[in-house]
C-alpha cells in the first residue's frame, strides 16, 4: 500500500523498486498512469501488457508486437505525436494514426511513410488543423520536397483564414493560389471578397 502511494505522486521511484515490485502489474499500473515514462523501469513482461502500456501511453519501451497495435499506437501518438517514431512501419503509413501525430506535433510527419509525405490531399487536411502557421509552415518542411511549391499556398486560407492588411479589405482572403518561386521568394495570388486580386510576395 506504501509503495503505490508513492508511486502515484512519484512515478520515477519505479527505477529504484526491487525487481519484484516492477513486475507487479498493480504497481507499475500505478507509475505509468502517473507519468508514462515509468515503463522504461517496469520488467520486460509488463512492457508487452497491453493494459500496462495503454495506460502509460508510451511507445519507446513497449514490446514490439505492441508498437504494431493501431489502437495502442494510436493512445499514445494522441498524447505526444512523437510516439510516431516507435510505431512499426505500416503503421507509420497510416492515415489515421499519421493524421493524430501530425496534428500533435507537425514535425513527426519526418518518420511517416514515404507515400504520406507525398499525399498532397491528406497533408492539406492536416495543415487545416494545425493551431498556428509555424504548424503549417513545419508540414510544409517535413513534405516531400517535391510537393514544395505548390503544397501550402493553396491551402493557406483555409488554414489560417488570414485577412491582409488592404485599405477598405477586412474581410477573410478566399483564396490564395502559389504562382511561382523567385530568388527564395514566394508569389502568390492572393482572391478578395471584393473581386480584388493581390499579387504578394511571401517569404
Known sequence: EFVLVILKE?????????IG???DKEVVLAAVRTGGQALEYASRDLQADRD?????????FASIN???????????????GGSLLYACDELKADREVVFEAITKDPSTLAWASQELRCDKDFLAKAARCCSDEEDVEQI?????????EDLPWEKFDAARNSALAIPGETAPVLSA???????GINVVEF??????SVTCNVS
Do not use: C, I, M, T
Open 191 to 196: 482572391s478578395l471578397p471584393s473581386g480584388l
Open 177 to 183: 493560389n502559389f504562382l511561382r518561386r523567385e530568388a
Open 10 to 18: 512519484q512515478w520515477a521511484s519505479l527505477e529504484f523498486a526491487s
Open 66 to 80: 505492441l508498437r504494431a497495435d493501431k489502437e495502442v499506437v494510436l493512445a499514445a501518438v494522441k498524447k505526444y
Open 140 to 148: 510544409y518542411e517535413e513534405a516531400d520536397p517535391d510537393l514544395h
Open 21 to 23: 515490485l516492477r513486475a
Open 52 to 60: 500496462v502500456v495503454l495506460a502509460a501511453k508510451e511507445l519507446e
